[in-house]
């Protein structure tokens, strides 16, 4: 009979030992997956890009950018406008023509997603 209860005793302690191995591996699995999103970029998840459009008179022009000034209530703002290579533009851009400006935010920077310019002084 003593054989019977070593067998007996070595089956507890290896469903014990699995056992607590497999839980060591749960754990360890859940902790690798939250460190790996932890290490995401928060940028993607933290900024929601925002979208908007304005119309304003068209006040400045660089090499990929332009500002718009805009009438809001009763004040005027000047509205700056990245141009990047998937931004359409209908018309040219000229200093004193009406625009209307779909853009989109990235950070701190406005960027023209489709840009619409009425010409300044239209032939007629």
């Known amino acids: 009979m003593q054989f019977g209860g070593k067998l007996k005793f070595r089956a507890i302690v290896t469903i014990v030992a699995l ?3 497999t839980v060591f591996m749960a754990c360890l699995s859940v902790a690798v997956s939250s460190n ?3 290490t995401q970029p928060t940028g993607l998840l933290n900024s929601a890009t ?7 008179k068209i006040s400045a ?6 500002s718009v ?3 809001k209530s009763q004040e005027n703002l000047t509205l700056q406008f990245l141009i990047d290579d998937t931004t ?3 018309g040219r851009l000229e200093v004193g023509s009406v ?9 701190a920077n406005n960027i ?12 007629r």
Not at 61 to 66: M, R, T
Request: with cysteine; charged share 15%; aromatic share 6%.
């Open 19 to 21: 056992f607590t191995l």
């Open 36 to 38: 790996a999103l932890a």
């Open 50 to 56: 925002q979208q908007g459009s304005v119309t304003g």
């Open 61 to 66: 022009i660089g090499d990929a950018s332009f």
């Open 69 to 71: 000034d805009v009438k």
């Open 88 to 90: 359409k533009c209908e």
């Open 99 to 107: 625009a209307t400006v779909d853009y989109r935010t990235d950070g």
């Open 112 to 123: 023209a997603v489709h840009i619409v310019v009425q010409p300044a002084n239209p032939s």
